[in-house]
Nanobody, 115 residues
């Protein structure tokens, strides 16, 4: 089994930056895709960004140009650099890993954007 451990959430002011990390451990097989979803209170979970083993990325329109996803395949870790943050970015951010039809989710980390 694969375990995902997220870190880097917290409180940031509008316009600020945060960097999330998600480390995978356990039975790691490639190729796989990793990334982030988020869920704000009262809203459905939505895609933020995903990245394949080969580095192909997919972003939600709402974060394009502000967020950057990257990964270190040696460390089995995916990162989400969040810049120019907005209050509407406030949510629980969950790491996701896809290996074929096998989906693994992290516990989630709270990100709050507020002055």
């Amino acid at each position: 089994q694969v375990q995902l451990v997220e870190s880097g959430g917290g409180l940031v002011q509008p316009g600020g930056s945060l960097r999330l990390s998600c480390a995978a451990s356990g039975s790691i097989f490639s190729p796989n895709a990793m990334g982030w979803y988020r869920q704000a209170p009262g809203k459905q979970r939505e895609l933020v960004a995903m990245i394949s083993s080969g580095g192909i990325t997919n972003y939600a329109d709402s974060v394009k140009g502000r967020f950057t996803i990257s990964r270190d395949n040696v460390k089995n870790t995916v990162y989400l650099q969040m810049n120019s943050m907005k209050t509407e970015d406030t949510a629980v951010y969950c790491c996701k890993r896809e290996w074929g039809s096998v989906i693994t989710w992290g516990q989630g980390t709270q990100v709050t954007v507020s002055s």
